[in-house]
C-alpha cells in the first residue's frame, strides 16, 4: 500500500490541468480570379486576335517609319469581379494594362519584338499606344482606365502598328505574341 502512496502524488505532478478546451475550425475557399476580359478587333480578328492587315515592305524606307495603326479594345464584362476591385461605396476603380512580348522586346523595349524563323519579316517591330496615343513599351504600363461599376462592361481601347526599326524592312509574315496583365486600382 506505501507503494501505491508514493506513485499517486508523483502521477499527481504529471497530469495535465484540466481546463475547458475547443477546437476552432477556420473554412473558407480560395478562387481563381474570373476576371472576364476579352479583345474585340474591329477588323474582325477572334479568339484574341488582332489583324494588322497587310503592309508595303518598300513603304519602310528608314528606321522610325509607322504603318498599319489599328485600334483595339479590351473588353472587362463586370471588373467586380477581378482581382483588386475595390467594392467600397463611391470607391473609384481604375485599370492599367501591362504588356510584355511572349518574344520580348525590340527598340530598346520601346517596341515588341516579331516571331521569327522561315518567312518572317525583318526590320520591323510591333508597337502599341493607350488611348491617351502614349507609346506602350514591353513589360510597362499603360495609362489609367476608368471602370464602370455594377457589373456594366468597360471598353479599354488601345492602337497596334507596325514600326521600323531598320533601314530596310524584308517582307514576311509579321506576327507578334503579347501578353497582358490587368492591374486594377
Not at 499517486?8 to 476576371?35: D, E, H, K
Not at 473609384?92 to 521569327?116: E, P, Y
Not at 492602337?159 to 496583365?181: H, M, P, R, W
Request: proline share 3%.
Amino acid at each position: 500500500m506505501k507503494h501505491y502512496l508514493l506513485a499517486l502524488p508523483l502521477l499527481a505532478l504529471g497530469a495535465p490541468a484540466l481546463a475547458n478546451t475547443g477546437v476552432i475550425n477556420f473554412t473558407g475557399s480560395i478562387t481563381a480570379g474570373t476576371c472576364p476580359i476579352e479583345i474585340r478587333d474591329p477588323a474582325g480578328g477572334t479568339g484574341g486576335e488582332v489583324k494588322m492587315g497587310e503592309a508595303l515592305a518598300g513603304n519602310f524606307d528608314r528606321a522610325g517609319i509607322e504603318s498599319n495603326h489599328r485600334s483595339f479594345t479590351i473588353e472587362v464584362a463586370d471588373a467586380s469581379q477581378c482581382a483588386g476591385w475595390n467594392s467600397s461605396s463611391g470607391a473609384a476603380n481604375v485599370a492599367k494594362v501591362r504588356f510584355s512580348g511572349m518574344q520580348g522586346g525590340a527598340d530598346s523595349g520601346n517596341l515588341f519584338a516579331l516571331k521569327t524563323g522561315g518567312g518572317a519579316a525583318t526590320g520591323l517591330a510591333l508597337g502599341l499606344q493607350d488611348k491617351d496615343k502614349t507609346q506602350i513599351g514591353h513589360g510597362a504600363i499603360s495609362g489609367e482606365y476608368p471602370l464602370n461599376s455594377g457589373g456594366t462592361q468597360s471598353d479599354l481601347t488601345f492602337t497596334a502598328f507596325y514600326k521600323s526599326t531598320a533601314a530596310t524592312v524584308t517582307a514576311g509574315t509579321a506576327n507578334a505574341d503579347v501578353q497582358l496583365e490587368l492591374v486594377i486600382n
